[in-house]
Nanobody, 121 residues
Framework: QVQLVESGGGLVQPGGSLRLSCVASGSIFSINAMGWYRQAPGTPRELVARITSDGGTNYADSVKGRFTISRDITKKTMYLQMNTLKPEDTAVYFC???????????????WGQGTQVTVSS
């Protein structure tokens, strides 16, 4: 069964950095676009950054210049390097991806379970 599992969240002071990881596990045939979303209490889930299968990236305006999305295909892992963190970055961060499993080879949309990021002094 294909799964996405995030890690790397935690408590950090304003101006600090964190690196989130999202590992794809299971019998994976292919990995296409992946992305990071976040959701603060009482707000809708919003796109933070996306990376396509050929490495193209796009970012939310609020994180441009501070966050960097990347992926290591060999490790089936996507990263989000977050620098100069602000209190308004506090949220649960989710990864998503369009992956095909080995058996059906049908591309499906998957979500991770989320990891909490809290930026506070």
């Amino acid at each position: 069964q294909v799964q996405l599992v995030e890690s790397g969240g935690g408590l950090v002071q304003p101006g600090g950095s964190l690196r989130l990881s999202c590992v794809a596990s299971g019998s994976i045939f292919s990995i296409n676009a992946m992305g990071w979303y976040r959701q603060a209490p009482g707000t809708p889930r919003e796109l933070v950054a996306r990376i396509t299968s050929d490495g193209g990236t796009n970012y939310a305006d609020s994180v441009k210049g501070r966050f960097t999305i990347s992926r290591d295909i060999t490790k089936k892992t996507m990263y989000l390097q977050m620098n100069t963190l602000k209190p308004e970055d506090t949220a649960v961060y989710f990864c998503d991806g369009y992956l095909a499993d080995m058996y059906t080879r049908v591309v499906r949309h998957y979500w991770g379970q989320g990891t909490q990021v809290t930026v506070s002094s």
